[in-house]
């Protein structure tokens, strides 16, 4: 897998936890700062083991209130859903 096919599957895995925790992306990367982070984000999840893990666990989950333990970016989903 090319490197941008690579950051593309994890940028839409970061979608998908975006939604199962109810984070709409689109008002949050409004701030400047939400949108910085958001590129470490998403290599901070390219660089993840658990790709298949969380695929799985996305398509388990309609919804829920947190990331699953081994997100790399739980902090970082938790810090925009209270901000």
């Not at 096919?5 to 008002?27: F, N, Y």
């Not at 958001?38 to 695929?55: L, N, V």
């Amino acid at each position: 897998m090319g490197f941008f096919s690579k950051l593309d599957k994890h940028a839409d895995l970061m979608g998908g936890m975006a939604d199962r925790v109810g984070l709409d992306m689109a008002e949050k990367m409004v701030d400047e700062s939400v949108a910085n982070g958001y590129r470490a984000a998403i290599i901070r999840c390219a660089t993840c083991r658990e790709a298949g893990a969380c695929a799985q666990w996305q398509a388990e989950h309609a919804t829920a209130e947190h990331t699953p333990a081994y997100c790399r970016n739980a902090g970082w989903f938790e810090a925009l859903v209270t901000k």
